[in-house]
């Protein structure tokens, strides 16, 4: 009878799990949770998001469309004149 432990394989993480986990979040029912996943989306810096977060300028929430524009235009979000 031998000792030894089974052999014992890590899994590999995905690194596309998170993407693909925050383009479905863009579909959710409910607009506060497409506002989460446009912001994750943006935090992320993953360009094969864009196209994705361009399509939710035409969402029917209006603070879902605006988070999305500002999500790729930051100098929007930032006052045109300093404080």
């Known amino acids: 009878m031998s000792n030894s432990s089974p052999l014992k394989i890590k899994p590999q993480p995905d690194p596309d799990f998170t993407l693909r986990a925050l383009l479905a979040g863009l579909k959710d029912r409910n607009p506060a949770a497409r506002q ?6 943006a935090r992320l810096g993953d360009a094969r998001a864009i196209r994705p977060l361009i399509e939710m300028f035409n969402d029917p929430s209006d603070k879902v469309a605006l988070t999305a524009t ?4 930051p100098e929007l979000s930032e006052p045109a004149l300093p404080i």
């Open 36 to 41: 989460q996943a446009v912001n994750a989306l």
């Open 70 to 73: 500002s999500a790729l235009s």
